[in-house]
Structures are given as C-alpha cells and as structure tokens.
C-alpha cells in the first residue's frame, strides 16, 4: 500500500527554521519524483517544491525560492524540506506527494510541476509561523 508521512511540522517564530520529512512506504523512493505543496485556509493550493528521482531537476516556487531547500535520501526513503526565514504566510498545512511515474519526464521550464501531475499524498503537517 502506497503511504507518505509527513512530520516535522510546528510553531516557529518569524525567522525561525524548521525541517520536514516525507517517509514513503509501500513503494521505492528511488523511482519517483517528490514534491512539497501546501495548503492554508482561504488562500489556493500551491506547490512549493520538487525533486526528481535523480535530483537533476530540483525547483521550487518563487514565493520561497531561496529560503526553502529540498533533498532527499533514498535508502532512507525519505524527502527533506528545510525551511529558514520562515514568515507568518507560510503557515499551511504542508504536504508531500508522488510524481505519477508517466509524466515524471516532463519539464516545465525550470517551474514546480502543477497539482496534477502527482498521484499519491500524504495527510500534512501543520506549519505555524506566528510571534
């Protein structure tokens, strides 16, 4: 059974940092790509983040593009999503997911892959960025 687990979240204080695992079960994190989106209240889905299986390719959002950092470690099975300089916008609930294996060779000019293009997700966790 395909599962991603999320963990890390928290409350951090403007300018704090926090790191996010993803943990992949059930399937081999080596054939896929990862992403990161996340999801506050009011506000749209957004992608924030992805890493393809060989790490060739690694983008992110504009809107944490050099604050944000992604990696991974397959024999850990595990993505990373270190986050500094956090700001109180970032609070959301932050998910990882599952490049489907059929597009994962699409390229959309240096930009996050859309919502669609991936098709397992894990249940979030909640990132607070409040003094």
């Known amino acids: 059974q395909v599962q991603l687990v999320e963990s890390g979240g928290g409350l951090v204080q403007p300018g704090g940092s926090l790191t996010l695992s993803c943990v992949a079960y059930?399937?081999?994190?080596?054939?896929?790509?990862i992403g990161w989106y996340r999801q506050a209240p009011g506000k749209e889905r957004e992608v924030v983040s992805y890493?393809?299986?060989?790490?060739?390719?690694?983008n992110y959002a504009d809107s944490v593009k050099g604050r944000f950092t992604i990696s991974r470690d397959n024999a850990k099975n595990t993505v990373y999503l270190q986050m500094n300089s956090l700001k109180p916008e970032d609070t959301a609930i932050y998910y990882c997911?599952?490049?489907?294996?059929?597009?994962?060779?699409?390229?959309?000019?240096?930009?996050?892959?859309?919502?669609?293009?991936?098709?397992?997700w894990g249940q979030g966790t909640q990132v607070t960025v409040s003094s």
């Open positions: 997911g599952r490049r489907a294996t059929a597009l994962t060779n699409i390229d959309y000019m240096g930009r996050v892959p859309p919502f669609r293009d991936f098709d397992s």
């Open positions: 890493i393809s299986r060989s790490t060739r390719r690694i």
């Open positions: 059930g399937f081999t994190l080596d054939d896929y790509g």
